[in-house]
Nanobody
């Protein structure tokens, strides 16, 4: 089992920046990836960004590319999501996930990000 704990959400204004953190209890395999997803009210959960634990390869949803940056701290089993130039449409509950690449098996409880206009 892998427990994930997110932190860093909050209420910000459009154009502001925010950094989310996700601490994993352990990273059982270097082949794993970690990622961030988000779910706005009434909408499905969407992929935001992902990072391969072994080599740090990243990928992003088109809507956040150039504004968000995912990074990792291998020593502390922590992944970060740096969000800049935030827009009201970025408002959502953000979830951290971990697991085999393309098959996330573990999820955090979510952290709310609200961007006011």
């Amino acid at each position: 089992q892998v427990q994930l704990v997110e932190s860093g959400g909050g209420l910000v204004q459009a154009g502001d920046s925010l950094r989310l953190s996700c601490a994993a209890s352990r990273m059982p395999f270097s082949s794993y990836a970690m990622g961030w997803f988000r779910q706005a009210p009434g909408k499905k959960r969407d992929f935001v960004a992902g990072i391969r634990w072994s080599d740090g390869t990243t990928n992003y949803a088109g809507s956040v590319k150039g504004r968000f940056a995912i990074s990792r701290d291998n020593a502390n089993n922590t992944v970060y999501l740096r969000m800049t130039s935030l827009k009201p449409e970025d408002t959502a509950v953000y979830y951290c996930a971990a697991g085999p690449v393309g098959a996330y098996a573990y999820w955090g409880q979510g952290t709310q990000v609200t961007v006011s206009s």
